[in-house]
Every structure is written in structure tokens, then in C-alpha cells.
């Protein structure tokens, strides 16, 4: 329907400018049903002007929920996001709302992909690079951003099971994509310019058994919100948290009880699941002072670790004699 929407628009209006439609379309090509947000601006003559609408059309995601009835979990702003500002909107909703903004990096080649990473510290960014090559809506090879196509990943992957949220929507084949802007070199188990991409926190695209993305990781300084399926899951379990305290408001305390049980409950299932590895549930004994439960403030905390994604496999291939006995007695026996 988005599609058809910004067809109908560019008709109506005879408008020259595809590349809404042609992101729209990169989203659909990752097989994902789902609602789309667009927040419209206006291009002005003067670029000052156009960043300053841009940023505006970003802060009214915050405003989704009442405008739409929908909250948004991905937000991107293809061909424009490598702007230092937009992307310091895009980190800033982000993170406010607690969701991912992804974002797309200007660069001529991999050594300046990497250099513009000193700029990122967020487990709210995820950074792509290169464009990538797709027939455009117009019937026409063209390079696009890489956000629309990610987020469609991480939307099918949400999707395509009940706790999809926790998988990773890295070295998945990106549908639709026919070519890089620039090179990479990609050699599985050795040094090369995807891994070298990949370890400076920026998802990239490599040929192998098809155009795939590879990466997935945040700019976080601490490694451990370093892996984007690990702060999702953690936001959906908070977020489901958050759900069952809001009934426990107003009521008398007596009733945590049933608080507690209904999150030791979900995390049960996420851990039957494989979501979770394990999980801890208990009241905090030091905040929860009887001063703070006199004022009815209560402190639960909830310790769990996550399934890991399998970002590395060092395989070690050892020469050893060791056998040589095997082999005299095999060619002993065949004389």
C-alpha cells in the first residue's frame, strides 16, 4: 500500500524524483508485510534549509504513536542519513524511543568507511557501506542505500518466527541486489576488506552464494551491546516488562507478587525458546529500604544472558605424525 501511495503521488504531482518509491522498493523485495511509516519534507534551493527539515521530519517519528496509532521500530533516512546531523538525529530519536536508526556512510573506499566510524558510540546505530546496485523501479540499474534494504532484513527476520527478534540479520541473501559501488574483497576465514569492515562495526554487502549481508554489529564501547540482536532482545523483554509493571501502578503491593511470576513466566518461555541461555529473577535487597517501601517504590531486578550470535569460528588445522604406526601396519598387511 506504501507503494501504491508514493505511485499515486508521483503521478499526481508529476514528480522526476523515484528514489522514495525505489527505497520502498527495496524493502518489499525483502519479503516483509509490515506497516511503514514515511515522514514527508520539503527539498529547499539552499541545503541549510533541507537538513533543517530533514532533522524536523526525523523528530516527528517521536509522534507517531498518536498521529498513526503505530510506533516505529527501524527508522532510516536513505540518501541522506551520511549528513553529521542526520545522523546525529537519527542517533539521538533513536535513542529516546529505544529502537535502531540505521545509517549509510559516504565513502570512496574501505579505509575511509572505517576512519568515519571514530564518529559512532551507539548501540542505536547500525552503519552500512557501500551503496549496492538493484534495478530501480524505472527499469534501470541504479545504486541505493544499503538502510532500506537492511531494515527490510531485520523486519523479515523479526518475522519469519515467533522470536525472530533475537536472530541476527547478518549473512542473510539481500534480495534484489545485483552489484556493489565499490569492490569487496571477501575471503572466508582470512583477512580481507569484509571482515576488516565488519570489525570496525560497519554492515556491508559480499558476494558469496549470492549478494549477503555481513555485519550487525553497534559502535557501543561496551562489547557486550556491541551485537544488535542482543540490545533488540533486551529491548523487546524490557518493553514486555515495562507492560507487566504498568498494572502493578496504583494497586496495593501485595500484588508484586503476581508481578514477579508473570516476568519469571515469560522469561521461561524465552528460555524453552533458546532466546535465553538463563535467567534471574529477585527483589533488590539494598534499594528496596524500608524507607523506599514506606513510599511504595519497589526494585526488581532481572539478570539474563541471551543466546549468542556466532560472530567468529577459528579453525586450527594441526599437522601431527602421530598415525605414522596406522600407515606401517596398513602397507605391513598388504604385503
Aim: proline share 2%; net charge negative; with cysteine.
Amino acid at each position: 500500500k506504501a507503494k501504491e501511495f508514493v505511485n499515486d503521488l508521483i503521478k499526481e504531482n508529476n514528480l522526476q524524483d523515484f528514489r522514495l518509491l525505489d527505497t520502498l522498493e527495496c524493502i518489499n523485495l525483502q519479503n516483509v508485510s509490515n506497516v511503514i511509516i514515511i515522514s514527508f519534507f520539503e527539498e529547499s534551493e539552499e541545503s541549510e534549509n533541507t537538513l533543517i527539515n530533514i532533522v524536523n521530519a526525523i523528530e516527528a517519528f517521536k509522534k507517531a504513536k498518536h498521529k498513526t496509532g503505530f510506533s516505529p521500530d527501524l527508522i532510516i533516512a536513505p540518501y541522506y542519513s551520511h549528513e553529521a546531523g542526520v545522523k546525529a538525529k537519527l542517533e539521538s530519536v533513536a535513542s529516546s524511543m529505544n529502537i535502531t536508526a540505521i545509517v549509510d556512510l559516504y565513502a570512496t573506499n574501505v579505509g575511509e568507511a572505517i576512519n568515519t566510524m571514530e564518529a559512532f558510540s551507539s548501540k542505536r546505530l547500525i552503519a552500512t557501506w557501500p551503496q549496492v546496485q538493484i534495478l530501480n523501479t524505472q527499469g534501470k540499474y541504479a545504486y541505493v542505500p544499503q538502510s532500506p534494504i537492511i531494515a527490510g532484513l531485520i523486519a523479515h527476520t523479526d518475522g519469519d518466527k515467533e522470536y525472530g527478534f533475537s536472530d541476527s540479520y547478518s549473512n542473510r541473501v539481500m534480495n534484489g541486489v545485483t552489484g556493489t559501488e565499490y569492490f569487496i574483497e571477501f575471503i572466508n576465514g582470512f583477512d580481507c576488506d569484509a571482515e576488516r569492515l565488519r570489525n570496525a562495526h560497519i554492515s556491508t554487502c559480499i558476494l558469496s552464494e549470492g549478494y549477503r549481508s555481513w555485519g550487525g554489529e553497534t559502535s557501543h564501547e561496551d562489547t557486550i551491546w556491541q551485537d544488535l540482536a542482543r540490545v533488540r532482545t533486551f529491548d523487546r523483554i524490557a518493553l514486555a516488562g515495562q507492560k507487566a509493571a504498568f498494572k502493578a501502578i496504583d494497586k496495593k503491593a501485595s500484588e508484586l507478587y503476581f508481578i514477579k511470576i508473570s516476568i519469571e513466566e515469560l522469561l521461561r518461555d524465552l528460555k524453552g525458546a533458546k532466546v535465553l541461555i538463563g535467567y534471574e529473577v529477585s527483589w533488590d535487597e539494598e534499594r528496596n529500604t524500608d524507607a523506599n517501601v514506606s513510599a511504595g517504590k519497589f526494585y526488581l531486578n532481572i539478570k539474563m544472558m541471551n543466546n549468542p550470535i556466532v560472530k567468529q569460528i577459528t579453525l586450527e588445522f594441526i599437522y601431527s605424525d602421530e598415525w605414522a604406526s596406522d600407515l606401517i601396519k596398513t602397507i605391513s598387511a598388504d604385503s
